[in-house]
């Protein structure tokens, strides 16, 4: 069993930031791929950032030179540093994570979602 954790979430005004967290535990034997995805009011989830094992990053471009992605494997942890926060930033935020389990199964997780508010 894996589960992803999230925290950090909350309401800051437009140009404040927040910093994610999400935590992955249990039966892990190696993640490939984390990273953050977001969803709006009647919109459809999209990548906001995602880092590999080796620490490629790849950015959507509405966050890039805003959002910083990193990663800590010794923890398999994944963080989402947001600068700048625009009111269209808002959205519930969800972790991501491709891995093999300790059984080898390759799947994908997602964690249950922090909600970010941007107020104007």
């Known amino acids: 069993q894996v589960q992803l954790v999230e925290s950090g979430g909350g309401l800051v005004q437009a140009g404040g930031s927040l910093r994610l967290s999400c935590a992955a535990s249990?039966?892990?034997?190696?993640?490939?791929?984390m990273g953050w995805y977001r969803q709006a009011p009647g919109k459809q989830r999209q990548l906001v950032a995602a880092?590999?094992?080796?620490?490629?990053?790849n950015y959507a471009d509405y966050v890039k030179g805003r959002f910083t992605i990193s990663r800590d494997n010794a923890k398999n942890t994944v963080y989402l540093q947001m600068n700048s926060l625009k009111p269209e930033d808002t959205a519930v935020y969800y972790c991501?994570?491709?891995?093999?389990?300790?059984?080898?199964?390759?799947?994908?997780?997602w964690g249950q979602g922090t909600q970010v508010t941007v107020s104007s």
């Open positions: 991501n994570a491709d891995l093999y389990s300790d059984h080898y199964d390759y799947a994908e997780y």
């Open positions: 249990g039966s892990i034997f190696s993640i490939n791929v």
């Open positions: 880092v590999t094992s080796d620490g490629t990053r």
